[in-house]
């Protein structure tokens, strides 16, 4: 006991940089962590939120005329608001009535509560929403009846709710559905991705001023210490720095999580509240991660004998061999393997799934293992280089190269799994929303379209409104060719003017003067007389389809997405019968403001079901951008952290240098050859690594995407941009976080320093 | 006739493919110091390690007090070295971080005293040595014979048997250099200690009850003083 207190004294009395730098990295550590598996809970807390305000609806007619509870009765109208969600509740509640969390009371009629974002935006532009949040707002919704910070939601009082359900009660779901065990797997992964740099700054800062202490346990040797109460004691010095560093942690992440939150690819945001880890998780964290600081700092000295004389090491610095290039030549060879027998080993086959997984993992574990020999491949390729500066940097590196390597590491790791990622989240993107996507390119931008009118439309009003382009009403007929024997024999076309659909659509379809159209491939026959049938599919007219019938030109995705009915676009002047709006298109000018504007100028039925192309492919395209986000956050804290680490591990070793470094400098080497030596011994084995892991990165891209063109006939291009980007900001962070040491090159390299010595 | 308190039998010890010891012997009586002269490089260090046991012969035998000292344990060895033994060598015995009071308090709490006490005895022996004034420095912010004082102080604290020094005035001047030999040996007297003492300095040899010449890692001669 008495020894850890001596230990406790030591730590807090000696090397107070390595004790704060070792605590600062656990912090790091501590905050990534907590923040990493807070993740998870937050997404499950927002799905609670949803299903908690979610309800079971009586069946009225069951009930009619019975006796019942008081009652309230809901109608709810999911839309958009300048691109975001938006939801409103009709209300009509008895006294008494069931409610959701959050709410103490209903809004009666005329009256409105709303959620903070939806009020600024109400007092923002506040002709926008009038219609659609119709009444006084009478109180803000407070965090426990929303499922986000930014979400725009809004309870409307009204006397009569119209086509609502009456409320059982709230709750849908008595629990909501456990996270998917992929997505558990891909945080934990997420988190231990972003531990590696940061463990590498925590092993970094125990090794900081390794000597001093050598010579402090020494000491303490000599004067009878046992080497069990030498390890107590730097085992103690890791304790402290790991609980300084748990308790920083957990001040981080309290102050830290509520902009954290805003990086979470989740709609709407999250409540700072929810972004919180479960017990368990709070437990392996606080206790863990001193617990490895303080093996991190035993383990450091494993291979050293601390005896009352000094300290030697155990074993002799190992040699690098070239051999430590084979596991990721093996590693890459797997992807090779499964690229060139895609046809039969694709991923989702055993053996396909096997070479993937296998040989991702190897190229990983690989590039760490290949890491020294790289280094030593930079030293090397430096000793070529004339001058002085190369010569000290690439000797330096060539001693050990394991110890250039050790910092490098993490971030080579970061920057692999990073590239890889950077490659194959298009992908996956892809194939959530690539037909919507390719939209986006064809279709001019505010494109409003809606459901079915239930009330009228006032076209005239809203063709009028600035920033309105062009108004188009889709209706919908049915008829039936020649020998209809059945009424399944009957098929729907689109009724709407091909001139004035071109000018909605921006595009000239190529109508001509003809009255009817084919819309892509169609079958119909030119000049046969159809019959154009009503609800109850009695003939109501004729229909001589034109002899020549032209097709117009629409992109594919536009007819695949149901946007048109059937294929054929008659004309309204042909039919006799009104077809009714099954769609109106609404051509904006492309601003927020006109599109609002002409939301605005819709019944409330179709106001809340207007939307534009890039508001739906935001479903999807929001959760791609926000792991997009995530990746890059991700990428360049790594390189922070990296950053730092390396910063760290150049200050210690030119401290440790000190005396040669006055020495030369007393012979009369200028202080700039030794500044670019610095420069160099840490850039040289960086470069080479990141060059290496950056190639590992294509060929597995490469390998991985070839594979998927050959199963599924797509093609996909490599991210070179994006790589060539993050390469440079490994670079940029490589040269500040050692230039940031030079200034200690200078200080301690001057000849006075022999005499400080 | 006296039993030795240390004694050395034939001892041989080689780093690496250099020899250092080749078959020295020595006696070390109680309260008797000793001083073991020869030129650089003899091995008069590396006889003195072996007898405080820090480092382990290949060869021979060291006894203390009757007892095999070179057998036991690297445990048991701290142990001795933490209450048997005092050392005071030429640099770096004291832990930088620490005061001069925290170091001399060092070999009692790591024996398990408490603190308050260890401190209590410590300031008596830094007052008994003339540094009490630096006694809340620490040591890179003392001078050099206040530190070499310092660790005649942490030598004497437990109260030892045996002292060893290893040239304990080689970075003194001739003036600090006796100032602490009169202590350090005053006190050991005083006590009743051995010292084993290095040196070739035939100024600070002549403190030494008997001194004996090491060349080529063995006994060349020995001298009553």
């Known amino acids: 006991m008495r020894t850890w207190g001596l230990g406790l004294r030591l730590a807090l009395q000696a090397n107070r940089v390595r004790l704060v730098v070792t605590a600062l990295a656990v912090s790091f550590t501590v905050a990534f962590l907590l923040g990493a598996l807070g993740a998870l809970p937050a997404r499950q807390a927002k799905l609670d939120r949803l299903n908690a305000r979610d309800f079971v609806s009586v069946d009225t007619n069951a009930s009619k005329g019975l006796k019942h509870p008081p009652r ?262 797997m992807l090779v393997a499964m690229r060139l027998r895609a046809d039969r080993w694709a991923p989702g086959h055993g053996i396909g799934t096997g070479l993937l997984l296998g040989g991702g993992g190897l190229t990983v574990i690989g590039l760490a293992v290949a890491a020294p020999a790289v280094s030593r491949l930079g030293g090397r390729l430096l000793s070529r280089m004339p001058g002085i500066s190369p010569s000290l940097a690439a000797g330096r590196i060539e001693s050990d190269p394991t110890a250039s390597a050790r910092v490098v590491t993490g971030m080579v790791l970061v920057l692999f799994v990073t590239a890889w990622l950077l490659a194959f989240l298009p992908v996956l993107q892809a194939n959530r929303g690539s037909s919507d996507a390719a939209l986006l390119q064809t279709l001019p931008k505010g494109l409003l379209t809606t459901g079915s009118a239930i009330e009228p439309v006032d076209l005239g009003a809203v063709r009028a409104l600035p920033g309105v382009r062009a108004v188009v009403d889709l209706g919908r007929s049915t008829v039936a060719g020649p020998g209809r024997r059945d009424p399944d024999d009957a098929h729907s076309v689109t009724v709407a003017s091909c001139t004035a659909l071109g000018r909605a659509l921006g595009r000239d379809l190529g109508c001509g003067t003809s009255k009817v159209h084919r819309i892509g491939l169609s079958d119909w026959r030119p000049g046969t007389r159809v019959d154009v049938l009503d609800a109850d599919s009695r003939v109501t007219s004729r229909l001589a389809l034109p002899a020549v019938i032209p097709t117009l030109g629409f992109p594919a995705q536009l007819l695949d997405g149901g946007f048109f009915d059937g294929d054929l676009l008659v004309d309204p002047s042909l039919l006799q019968a009104d077809a009714g709006t099954t769609r109106l298109v609404i051509r904006t000018d492309g601003t927020a403001a006109a599109v609002e504007r002409a939301r605005a100028a819709l019944p409330l039925s179709l106001a809340f079901t207007a939307t534009t192309l890039q508001e739906q492919v935001a479903t999807t395209g929001q959760v791609y951008l926000g792991y997009l986000r995530a990746v890059r956050i991700g990428l360049v804290l790594a390189l922070l952290i990296g950053a730092a680490s390396l910063a760290v591990t150049t200050a210690d070793a030119v401290n440790e240098r000190r005396r040669s470094l006055a020495t030369l400098v007393a012979f009369g080497t200028p202080l700039r050859v030794l500044r670019r030596s610095v420069l160099l011994q840490m850039g040289a084995p960086m470069l080479t690594n990141v060059v290496a892991a950056l190639a590992a990165a294509a060929v597995a891209s490469a390998c991985y995407l070839g594979t998927l063109q050959t199963q599924n006939g797509e093609t996909w291009s490599l991210p070179w941009g994006s790589w060539a980007l993050a390469a440079l900001t490994a670079g940029v962070a490589v040269l500040l976080a050692t230039a940031a040491t030079l200034p200690l090159v200078s200080a301690i390299g001057r000849p006075e320093a022999l005499r400080a010595e | 006739m006296t039993e030795p308190m240390l004694t050395a039998r034939d001892l041989h010890l080689s780093f690496g493919a250099s020899p250092a010891l080749a078959g020295a012997s020595v006696d070390v009586l109680p309260g008797e110091v000793l001083a073991l002269l020869g030129p650089s490089g003899s091995g008069k260090s590396t006889l003195l390690h072996c007898l405080a046991g820090i480092l382990v012969p290949d060869r021979g035998e060291v006894r203390y007090r009757g007892s095999r000292l070179d057998s036991l344990s690297d445990e048991l060895r701290s142990g001795l070295r933490r209450t048997d033994f005092g050392f005071v060598f030429q640099f770096g015995s004291l832990v930088p971080e620490l005061s001069a009071v925290d170091n001399v308090a060092l070999p009692l709490r790591l024996g398990g005293h408490r603190r308050r006490e260890s401190e209590a005895r410590a300031l008596e022996w830094l007052e008994r040595l003339e540094v009490a004034d630096v006694a809340h420095k620490r040591a890179g912010e003392m001078s050099g014979g206040q530190g070499q004082r310092v660790a005649v102080a942490r030598a004497l604290v437990s109260g030892p048997r045996v002292i060893f020094a290893d040239e304990p005035t080689g970075a003194l001047d001739s003036l600090n250099g006796e100032l602490v030999m009169d202590l350090l040996v005053g006190a050991a007297r005083e006590q009743g200690s051995s010292i084993v003492l290095v040196t070739h300095e035939p100024r600070i040899a002549a403190y030494a009850d008997r001194e004996v010449v090491i060349r080529d890692g063995a006994l060349a001669a020995a001298v009553v003083a």
Not at chain 1, 157 to 174: I, L, N, S, T
Not at chain 1, 218 to 237: F, M, N, Y
Not at chain 1, 254 to 271: H, M
């Open chain 1, 72 to 333: 309230v009765t809901l109608e709810t109208a999911n839309g958009w608001y300048r691109g975001k969600p938006f939801t409103v509740r009709l209300v009509e509640a008895e006294p008494g009535a069931p409610r959701p969390p959050g709410l103490d009371r209903y809004p009666g009629p005329g009256e409105v509560m709303v959620s903070p974002d939806l009020r600024a935006a109400m007092q923002a532009h506040p002709k926008e929403l009038a219609s659609r949040v119709p009444g006084r707002v009478v109180d803000l919704l407070p965090d426990a009846a929303l499922s986000g910070p930014h979400e725009l939601f809004a309870y409307v009082g009204v006397a009569k709710v119209r086509y609502g359900q009456v409320v059982q009660h709230f709750g849908y779901h008595p629990r909501s559905q456990p996270t998917p065990v992929e997505l558990k797997i891909a945080a934990w992964l997420g988190a231990v991705g972003l531990l590696v740099p940061v463990l590498v700054l925590v092993g970094t800062a125990t090794r900081l001023s390794a000597s001093s202490r050598d010579r402090r346990l020494s000491a303490l040797r000599l004067v009878g210490a046992t080497p069990r109460q030498a390890r107590a004691i730097a085992a103690t010095e890791g304790l402290v720095a790991g609980i300084a560093g748990v308790a920083g942690g957990l001040a981080f992440f309290w102050l830290l999580r509520r902009p954290a939150c805003a990086l979470l690819p989740f709609p709407d945001g999250v409540f700072a509240q929810d972004l919180m880890p479960t017990g368990l998780e709070w437990t392996v964290v606080v206790l863990g991660v001193p617990l490895l600081a303080v093996t991190t700092g035993v383990v450091s000295l494993r291979k050293v004998v601390t005896g009352p004389l000094g300290v030697r090491r155990q074993a002799p610095l190992k040699s690098v061999g070239w051999w430590r290039l084979v596991p990721v030549l093996v590693g890459l060879g």
